[in-house]
């Protein structure tokens, strides 16, 4: 007997989980963004966005913006750079003008990516190389 699985919110699921918050189409927000969750735009932002969570850009979201994220995923339009400490995606719908910077990177056939692309280490490798050149600073 195959389970039936009951979606009682609204908001999208990806492989990264149920998204906590979604902006929706008509929305527009100016300024700086911060959050520790995840989030999914689907309207049009401007301005800076830090998160130690995920960031989904929807498609049709145009978004004007540095991106600081733990993971991206960017189906939408997203002028500026983008920086994902975990994970950088780009479906096929997504645009990116901007330079990136990510430990692991997908791009689907049909994507438009304007900018240069570099690897990073994985996040939890910085941190722990940080810790001990502080570690090592003290001493």
């Known amino acids: 007997m195959a389970k039936k699985i009951i979606q009682v919110n609204k908001n999208p699921v990806y492989e ?7 902006f929706g189409s008509d929305t527009q927000f100016f300024g700086d963004l911060s959050f520790k969750k995840s989030l999914q735009i689907n309207g049009t932002f401007e301005g800076e966005i830090s998160s130690g969570g995920y960031l989904v850009i929807g498609e049709g979201a145009v978004i004007k913006a540095n991106i600081n994220a733990k ?3 960017v ?3 997203v002028y500026g750079n983008i920086e994902a400490k975990e994970k950088l995606e780009i479906q096929s719908k997504g645009k990116v003008y901007g330079n990136i910077r990510t ?3 997908k791009i689907a ?11 990073i280490k994985p996040y939890e490798d910085i941190a722990e190389k940080a810790t001990a050149v502080r570690a090592e600073a003290a001493n």
């Open 75 to 77: 189906n939408g339009t």
């Open 71 to 73: 993971a991206v995923i």
């Open 103 to 105: 430990a692991k990177l």
């Open 16 to 22: 990264i989980g149920m998204i906590a918050t979604v």
């Open 109 to 119: 056939d049909g994507v438009i990516f304007e900018g240069s692309c570099e690897m």
